[in-house]
């Protein structure tokens, strides 16, 4: 039941993936139920009981964001992160809906496993969290875990379980991945798909010493091309996370090509994520923060040449969403090399430098890449839209504040940011998590 009342959101730019235009928004129930452009006269005084926030005509109301790819490290590794820190981090981030990968300890190999994590975090009630399976039991590529005992389509029987992935790793098993992808074609839900499983060429690379960034570009041009082989013969739906090198972006532009001539039984479908670090840094910036240390993240940091043609990708739309990979390591685990970025507090305005500052994409495209595309992915049909009947998940946005990344104040336990120090334009004001406020920065009051 939600009991909170009502929401008017007063004088606002309002961005969505097809809405640029000044209006107001009013939320009751969590959920919105009218949208009104400037100059409507708004049922003020007919409203119940409300609290009511002003956009001054400049400040801007957007959807909240989906995360396809996160690690909240709970359970097992409270020094990085738990899932109280992770979801502080998340709404101060802008979002309202994450998807939490399985990778930690014990694995998210089983339903009951799953459920725990999503009754806590519902309890918590600051943002949806969607816990993925993984689909090997303890991540170890032998046996599949519990999606062969599910019903499906599991949007209907349990749907809070959106996307499946055994991201850290790949399986390297083609007929264990194979059924692995009929499992979830079964179930109805996308495999969310780490690829950097090497074949010979890249271990031969690795085992002769060659650096780091020559044997994992041909490892992650590999396992794209695998993945992609495997769906088309399962049928189903992969989602290829953090995708970095230019040759997967052209394996994954032309797979989506024939898929869209509809080939038959070749048909399956393909999606793919782009991480705002590969989108915004190079590996110059992974130098200088240290290669082994610091800087190091999988897939790694790449060239100019592929950063460009990752931004390409995002404007002729084989990326169809940007998705954090937030990963928070300690200290301690940094310096010993364990790879990785938190990410959930500064994703929205890289993205925003970086691509809308730019010219590169509009402020509605954006919002689509963070928001509506990557909802649509997880068959979230009720999000990720600034429009009557779709949930009270919206982030107020000032595109101008200008501040700077001090990993210090973040809110999650991961300090290990690529760019600390940056100043930045574009910071998330506030959260609306189902009609309620759940995070206010307090820079709002300073501007
Ligand atoms: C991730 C992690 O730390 O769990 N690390 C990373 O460098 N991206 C795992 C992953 O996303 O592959
Ligand atoms: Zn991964
Ligand atoms: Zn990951």
Redesign the pocket.
């Known amino acids: 039941m939600n009991l909170s009342p009502g929401l008017l959101l007063r004088d606002f730019r309002l961005v969505d993936e097809t809405l640029d235009m000044p209006g107001s928004v009013w939320i009751e129930q969590g959920v919105i139920q009218d949208v009104f452009p400037q100059g409507a006269t708004l049922p003020e005084t007919r409203l119940p009981m409300h609290r009511t926030i002003h956009g001054g005509g400049t400040l801007v109301l957007m959807p909240a964001l989906v995360d396809l790819?996160a690690?909240f490290?709970d359970p097992g590794y409270p020094e990085k992160e738990t899932l109280e820190s992770g979801s502080l981090a998340a709404v101060a981030g802008g979002y309202g809906t994450v998807v939490c990968?399985a990778?930690t300890k014990p694995v998210i190999d089983t339903l009951a496993k799953a459920k725990t994590l999503k009754k806590r975090a519902d309890a918590l009630g600051l943002v949806d969290l969607y816990p993925v399976l993984a689909l090997t039991q303890g991540m170890e590529g032998k046996v599949l875990s519990d999606i062969h005992l599910l019903k499906g389509p599991l949007s209907k029987t349990e749907p809070w379980i959106r996307m499946l992935s055994e991201?850290?790793?790949d399986v390297v098993s083609d007929e264990l991945l194979y059924r692995a992808l009929q499992e979830a074609h079964r179930l109805g839900i996308p495999v969310s798909c780490?690829c950097?499983a090497g074949g010979p060429e890249a271990e031969e690379a690795k085992a002769a010493g060659k650096p780091r960034e020559f044997w994992s570009r041909i490892a992650e041009n590999h396992a794209t091309q695998r993945v992609i082989e495997r769906a088309r013969q399962a049928q189903g739906h992969v989602h290829i996370?953090?995708v970095s090198t230019k040759e997967s972006v052209d394996l994954i532009r032309k797979a989506k090509g024939t898929q869209q001539e509809k080939t038959g039984p070749q048909g399956f479908t393909l999606t793919a994520e782009a991480?705002p670090h590969h989108l915004c840094l190079t590996h110059g910036t992974a130098h200088a923060l240290g290669d082994a240390t610091w800087g190091?993240?999988?897939?790694p940091l790449r060239t100019e040449v592929d950063r460009q043609a990752l931004i390409e990708a995002v404007l002729d739309g084989t990326i169809d969403a940007i998705a954090t990979?937030h990963?928070?390591?300690t200290e301690a685990d940094k310096l010993q090399g364990?790879?990785?970025?938190t990410g959930l507090e500064t994703s929205f305005a890289l993205c925003q430098m970086e691509l809308v500052l730019q010219d590169r994409i509009t402020l509605s495209r954006l919002s689509a890449l963070m928001s509506a595309s990557p909802a649509r992915i997880l068959g979230l049909t009720d999000r990720g839209r600034m429009a009557p009947k779709f949930r009270g998940d919206l982030i107020v946005v000032d595109t101008e504040a200008a501040w700077q990344v001090n990993p210090d104040l973040f809110r999650s336990r991961g300090k290990n940011s690529p760019v600390p120090g940056l100043p930045c334009t574009g910071r998330v004001l506030i959260t609306i998590y189902q009609g309620r406020v759940v995070f206010e920065s307090f820079l709002s009051h300073d501007s």
């Open positions: 790819h690690h490290r990968m990778n991201d850290g790793k780490h950097d996370a953090h991480s190091r993240v999988n897939p990979d990963a928070p390591h364990a790879p990785g970025f």
